[in-house]
């Protein structure tokens, strides 16, 4: 295999998983935009939605064995009726403290992160992929059919998630509701629906991510950590509350973890992800897409 | 030459907030920097604090550079300054306020304060006095161990004023001390200001009270949309055209 | 009555201190002091994070990474180089408060979430490395037979004696912690917390006091790590993970947050947990509540609500004394 074939094969490797990070980065800026809440338990609503959908895949409600794409569009359904119950609770923690606002969010992860353990169980399971598992062969680079999937699906909900905010009546209520809620809402918007949309969507998008994930990962609840921090890293580093910087901020991560894991050290792939972070913050403190906001002295 | 500008533009992105503005202060002068809201006189002020950076332009205090310094620099070097809303710290007391400004006076160090204890409490039986008379001059040392923030909104802006006066600074910048000040409150206030001039103390006074800028000040400046349109003692600046205009424009809003 | 106050907190401090000195002799067993050892090794953790957060708002999530330094530092110089505890002591203070320093820096750009997710960065990179560089650390194998300490020639090798000293670190440890943020740094931390502009503009250099008190967190951290390396004679990467951190945090907030005796009364957290221990799966969906019931209705922690009755009980004895004034000519009254 040449040089020239690896890179491509690692760099599609990142994009994969910086789609997942990407689509979970996604949840935490748009709820941060429009309500202020940084939701640390953006990765519990992540594992929680995989196992919407993968249980529906696996036959393992009531029998009920649903095809892939179903089984993906109720996990995300019913994962967007969680986020609009999750909003009504978070409505109080959004105007608090950032230490209140953290802990009070991870104490609801926490919370659902062990419901999932009682229910479902510790020991989590392995999904087979609806595609083959044998590699496709385009040009001499072989690409995992799940991962092109994940890149293909991926991109269609990104740019659907664009059109849906600059083209539709709710999403552009959603954008405005997002700049300014007072504004908004003397103009008729009602910022409560927006919010609960806001949520609905970002909590969709997760399920979305860990559906699509699972048949490459191992699903079990330990999921919610492991992506939920790398998924807030990636909103940070695109610049929090900035949608393209969502988008940004995950394909990088997953991009940078990549090439690590293949060319420097797969035991430090997450560390130099941070570090790379960091570097940029300290660069740019508002992240890469982020506004640079002066304070108004 | 007490404090020089020199040139002095601020741009934020597209939006020119100060325009190549030139100004020089006197020692022992009072001198008042007024105009329409959003002419830039907070703006200055945050320049010379060392809050902004300026995009172009000098800033000289005793003829030495301050502007690109960071605050607490020029703070220490005899500029102190007060806030148009007020920014008091909220956890403490009228008392803490004052003592955190008169923290360039200790001379304790860190170890001291792990190790050495009876240094430290005697410092701060000094400190605690030396709080006390800023307060008396600002006529609050009844009001030493409340929450500051409890205060009504016309002893805060005292409070405000004596902080900044507990960094025993060269030149005061005082934003807008009259600002929801009734008349009494103002005639006070007007008085604390000259003594505070006779105790030697330069003051650049950004206000809207046009009476309190007459009563005391030496030499104004206008500006509007960031320009300076006038300048010179109250009665010429009052009788000029272009300042009338200028404020009758804004006023007709 | 202000002398009597101060007559009943210093007869209830010195019953405290009395009933402190004679637990290891009520307790029951070896394990029951071990949960005392380490709710004081929590506290210590606390008292550190109060100081960077709770009294400068600087958050730190990389205490618990912190705290691992100071272990490993202890824990490879004793096993290595057959250092003591007396000598590893200030070796890991020192090392710990380099580390937090370094985390420190990115303070002076970034802030609140951003700060928030920098600080976990940088621990967990921390905790990697502890994990990976297995020539060093011995890897996820973890460091065995770290020395237990003596103290001129007593040998400190039993859970109790090991409680004094413990007990020991945390008065000292307290007091010191009181020291700083009594006075002129505390004010300085407390003023960058509140509005660090005005900081600035009353001179306070907002950049040093925040290296400082991040600093100073890991000092805290260091000495806890040290403490532990040496009473649990063995050390692994696991004990370390952000999951200790995040316990740090909701003690200290249920405790509460920017008053010292809330990292005190947090410790009880650590007892709680163990008692709740016998619900496995259920006792973390309790522990998730009962988070967030105090982050909505009492964010101020015990001391906080503490306070609020304190201030309560004062309002409602000042109504009573006038309209006991207004009706009776003044004379003595019987309480």
Request: without cysteine.
């Given at each position: 295999m040449t040089k020239t074939v690896i890179l491509v094969q690692t760099i599609v490797g990142g994009?994969?998983?910086?789609?997942?990070?990407?689509?979970?980065?996604?949840?935490?800026?748009?709820?941060?935009?429009?309500?202020?809440?940084?939701?640390?338990?953006?990765?519990?609503?992540?594992?929680?939605?995989?196992?919407?959908?993968?249980?529906?895949?696996?036959?393992?409600v009531a029998g009920l064995h649903l095809p892939y794409w179903a089984a993906f569009i109720v996990g995300i359904l019913l994962t967007a009726i969680l986020g609009v119950a999750l909003e009504r609770l978070f409505r109080p923690l959004a105007n608090l403290d950032l230490m209140l606002m953290l802990l009070g969010t991870i104490g609801v992860g926490i919370m659902l992160d062990n419901l999932a353990i009682i229910i479902w169980g510790a020991e989590g399971f392995a999904v087979r992929s609806?595609?083959?598992?044998?590699?496709?062969?385009?040009?001499?680079?072989?690409l995992v059919p799940q991962m092109l999937l994940i890149i293909g699906v991926g991109t269609v909900l990104m740019v659907g998630l664009q059109t849906f905010l600059s083209r539709t009546k709710v999403g552009k209520a959603m954008r405005a509701a997002a700049q300014d809620r007072e504004i908004a809402s003397t103009m008729g918007i009602p910022v409560n629906f927006t919010n609960a949309v806001t949520f609905a969507i970002g909590s969709g998008l997760a399920a979305a991510a860990g559906i699509l994930a699972a048949p490459i990962v191992y699903v079990n609840p330990a999921m919610s950590a492991a992506v939920g921090i790398k998924g807030f890293a990636a909103a940070i580093l695109g610049g929090l509350g900035s949608i393209p910087g969502a988008i940004v901020g995950g394909l990088l991560f997953g991009v940078i973890e990549a090439i690590s894991a293949g060319y420097i050290s797969s035991a430090y792939t997450k560390g130099i992800a941070f570090i790379i972070m960091v570097l940029v913050l300290m660069i740019k403190p508002s992240g890469i897409v982020g506004e640079t906001t002066v304070e108004k002295v | 030459m007490l404090l020089e500008i020199q040139n002095l533009t601020m741009q934020f992105g597209g939006l020119v907030a100060v325009n190549d503005v030139s100004l020089n202060i006197q020692e022992g002068e009072i001198h008042a920097l007024i105009g329409p809201n959003g002419s830039g006189k907070t703006t200055i002020f945050n320049v010379v604090s060392g809050y902004y950076k300026p995009t172009q332009g000098v800033v000289r205090f005793r003829g030495k550079q301050i502007s690109g310094l960071p605050s607490y620099k020029i703070t220490a070097m005899g500029v102190a300054r007060t806030f148009q809303n007020l920014r008091l710290f909220s956890s403490m007391t009228v008392m803490e306020n004052v003592l955190v400004a008169l923290g360039h006076h200790a001379k304790t160090r860190f170890w001291q304060h792990v190790l050495d204890p009876f240094s430290v409490r005697r410092e701060e039986e000094e400190l605690k006095e030396k709080a006390l008379q800023m307060l008396r001059i600002m006529k609050i040392d009844q009001y030493a161990d409340e929450q500051a923030t409890s205060l009504p909104y016309g002893l805060q802006r005292r409070v405000e004023i004596a902080r900044a006066l507990a960094t025993e600074p060269t030149l005061v910048l005082l934003d807008e001390p009259a600002a929801g000040l009734n008349e009494a409150e103002t005639a006070e206030l007007r008085d604390m200001l000259l003594e505070i001039r006779h105790s030697g103390i330069?003051?650049?006074?950004?206000?809207?009270?046009?009476?309190?800028?007459?009563?005391?000040?030496?030499?104004?400046?206008?500006?509007?949309?960031?320009?300076?349109?006038a300048e010179g003692s109250c009665s010429a600046v009052s009788c000029d055209p272009v300042v009338i205009e200028a404020y009758l424009g804004r006023e007709e809003e | 009555m202000k002398t009597r106050t101060t007559l009943w907190k210093t007869i209830a401090l010195i019953a405290f201190l009395a009933l402190l000195?004679?637990?290891?002799k009520i307790a029951r067993n070896d394990y029951q002091v071990r949960i005392l050892n380490?709710?004081?090794?929590?506290?210590?953790?606390?008292?550190?994070?109060?100081?960077?957060q709770g009294f400068c708002g600087q958050i730190n999530l990389a205490i618990g990474a912190f705290w691992a330094i100071g272990a490993y530092t202890a824990a490879l110089l004793n096993v290595n180089f057959k250092w003591p505890f007396w000598l590893t002591l200030p070796a890991a203070m020192v090392v710990a408060a380099l580390v937090a320093a370094v985390v420190a820096l990115p303070s002076l750009k970034v802030r609140s979430h951003y700060l928030a997710i920098v600080t976990l960065g940088l621990g967990e990179v921390i905790n990697i490395i502890l994990v990976n560089e297995e020539q060093i650390t011995r890897g996820a194998m973890g460091i065995p037979n770290i020395k237990r300490p003596s103290f001129f020639g007593i040998p400190i090798n039993s859970e109790q004696r090991y409680f004094y000293l413990v007990l020991a670190f945390v008065i000292l440890g307290y007091l010191v912690a009181r020291q700083i943020t009594r006075h002129r740094f505390g004010r300085a931390f407390r003023a960058v917390r509140d509005d660090y502009v005005a900081a600035k503009a009353m001179g306070?250099?907002?950049?040093?006091?925040?290296?400082?008190?991040?600093?100073?967190?890991?000092?805290?951290?260091?000495?806890?790590g040290v403490l532990f390396a040496h009473l649990n004679t063995y050390i692994s990467p696991d004990i370390f993970e952000f999951r200790s951190t995040l316990f740090v945090l909701t003690m200290t907030l249920v405790g509460g947050m920017g008053n010292l005796l809330g990292s005190v009364v947090g410790g009880v957290l650590v007892i709680l947990q163990e008692v709740l221990r016998t619900f496995r799966d259920w006792q973390l969906v309790f522990y998730g509540l009962a988070v967030v019931l105090v982050v909505l209705f009492f964010p101020g922690g015990a001391v906080g609500i503490a306070r609020r009755w304190r201030e309560r009980q004062g309002a409602r004895r000042a109504r009573e004394e006038e309209a006991n004034t207004v009706a009776n000519p003044p004379s003595e009254e019987a309480r």
């Open positions: 994009l994969g998983i910086g789609s997942i990070y990407a689509l979970v980065a996604l949840g935490y800026s748009m709820v941060y935009r429009s309500m202020g809440l940084v939701n640390f338990a953006h990765g519990s609503i992540y594992m929680i939605g995989t196992y919407f959908g993968v249980i529906f895949y696996k036959g393992m609806p595609l083959s598992s044998k590699p496709i062969l385009v040009g001499g680079v072989a | 330069t003051i650049f006074l950004v206000e809207h009270d046009m009476k309190l800028v007459m009563e005391i000040s030496d030499v104004v400046s206008v500006l509007d949309y960031g320009k300076k349109i | 000195l004679a637990v290891p380490m709710t004081g090794l929590y506290i210590l953790l606390s008292l550190g994070l109060n100081i960077a306070v250099n907002t950049g040093f006091y925040q290296i400082l008190a991040i600093t100073i967190s890991g000092v805290y951290a260091g000495v806890a």
